[in-house]
């Protein structure tokens, strides 16, 4: 499994970004994928989760100015991020395969290689 993410980079507070993730190896519309963030210090926490059948869910720091979504044909899974603060900073990881209990997104052990978000005040 190779997920390769793209799309971070340098943007002023009030901006925003488009990440990306193309997996490979995987039957990309048979898995639950979620994007996932770790500022310096940190632990690596879950921004938002969207699930085969289209559910999806977000963290409440993200939540109305963040968009997750994926295109199954492409293999491709997007963040669409809007509003960034400089709290948004951090390296963005894209996690593919994950388990859901009808609560909660569990990682799997496929991660893209993050893409790194600065947010400038």
């Known amino acids: 499994v190779q997920l390769q993410a793209s799309g971070g980079g340098l943007v002023q507070a009030g901006g925003s970004l488009t990440l990306s993730c193309t997996a490979s190896g995987i039957i990309f519309s048979r898995n639950h994928m979620g994007w996932y963030r770790q500022a310096p210090g940190n632990q690596r926490e879950l921004v938002a989760y969207?699930?085969?059948?289209?559910?999806?869910r977000y963290s409440d720091s993200v939540k109305g100015r963040f968009t997750i979504s994926r295109d199954n044909a492409k293999k491709t899974l997007y963040l669409q991020m809007n509003s960034l603060k400089p709290e948004d900073t951090a390296v963005y990881y894209c996690?593919?395969?994950?388990?859901?209990?009808?609560?909660?997104?569990?990682?799997?052990?496929?991660w893209g290689q993050g893409t790194l978000v600065t947010v400038s005040s």
């Open positions: 969207i699930r085969t059948g289209g559910g999806l």
């Open positions: 996690n593919a395969g994950g388990s859901f209990d009808g609560v909660s997104y569990y990682p799997s052990d496929y």
